[in-house]
């Protein structure tokens, strides 16, 4: 499906990048015409013997995506874009095009860290005018500035239609597999045709809750396998609060700021809520989780982390302690990027899901 889509999309002229998680600036590609896919893995066993190649201490989403990547599965788009989450991805950055997984060109976008400092801004600035070089090579036209301009508003109401979805999520009539179905198109959907489906889905929020479930905060890194949402149901649960990597944490609440475009965009990079993979302060983090946690309601904290990930297992200490000082029951489950949630986990969730509702 997503094959056909991205060869419709370049017979439309657009030119189409894999994107490796997480954080990389969608503004900036759908200004140049070029269609991001996300390369979350993808999930299920290794589709190559790429994964071989690295180490076994390395989680499952590099070592899918090596895999995938080695054995030609980005072969519908015209080149593979790196940001610096993550040791593992730089490293990917070299290992896939060495292997020859990256058949068109290879693109890399670091992030600035710790912060909105003068320094993270003059950097940024110039990693964003790097990258729009490389787009401008790729697409054979340079950058027109108010495509940008255009491009900020449009991922801005994007934004603002997810935020109103999580931040209402007790008073929109869909189950979770339904809603994280659809706010995952975005990963690789041209940005106009996913506004369209969250404006449809906005306007089913009801003036008042119609959520049954216990309210649960998630945080974590991606919610694979799919099959978790359903079991969250079945346990009696449903995700009231969202700070998954791929789903909330990119999602930024403030309003663009006008003027020159690269600077809006530095401005609204750093405007994004706190993540390990940017380097932003843990304190800032667990405020920001907590906050979550206080306005949606919720009775329990969900940690869903993939197996071998530093970034986000770091923080998992501070996590569990800062929820049990205020007596939120925490459950941190990690995967591997499995195609199907185990029955170990399914069980845990049940179990979580009863102490939740006896709690209640
Ligand atoms: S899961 Fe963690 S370690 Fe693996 S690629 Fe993502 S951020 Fe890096």
Redesign the pocket.
Known sequence: MRRAYIERQRQAGRRALAVL??HHPRELLTAHGVLGVELWGPPGPPRGDGAGRLQAYV?A??RNALAFLQAGGARAVDGVLFPH??D??QGLAALAADFGGVAGRTLVFQHPRGGARPSARAFALAELRNLSSALAELTGAPLDPARLGWALGLHAEIDACRAALLDGRARLPMDDAALYALLRRGEWLWPEEHLAELGAARALLAPAPVQRGVPVLVTG?VPEPAGLLPALAGAGLYLAADDYAAVGRRVVRAVPAGGEPFLALVERMLAAPPCP?RGTDQGERIRWLVGLAERSGARGVLVHV?K?????LFDVPAIKAAFAGRGLPVLVLEGELERELSGQAETRLEAFGEMLRRAA
């Open positions: 998680p997480v989680c989403v590099a989450t993550c593992s991805i890194y993979t993939q071998f990930c530093e970034p986000e």
